[in-house]
């Protein structure tokens, strides 16, 4: 959920330290990606990356019930 004021809202139930060696996309996100990549010319995990990296001070959790 994205609201208006540039805060990504990320509404969660639990938490997990679970590590990540990859991902499933939405496939509006790939086209994003892929579309970033041939702007750039960057790796995909680079430009997530750097996206995430970036993104993070602009996250609000929220827990819900």
Do not use: C, H
Request: glycine share 4%; hydrophobic share 40%; net charge negative.
């Amino acid at each position: 959920m994205k609201t208006s004021n540039n805060t990504i809202v990320l509404e969660t139930k639990f938490s997990t330290d679970r590590s990540i060696g990859a991902v499933w996309l939405t496939p509006e996100a790939e086209l994003i990606l892929r579309r970033l990549r041939a702007q750039t010319g960057l790796p995909y995990k680079q430009i997530v990356s750097e996206i995430i990296i970036q993104a993070e001070p602009n996250i609000e959790i929220r827990e819900v019930e």
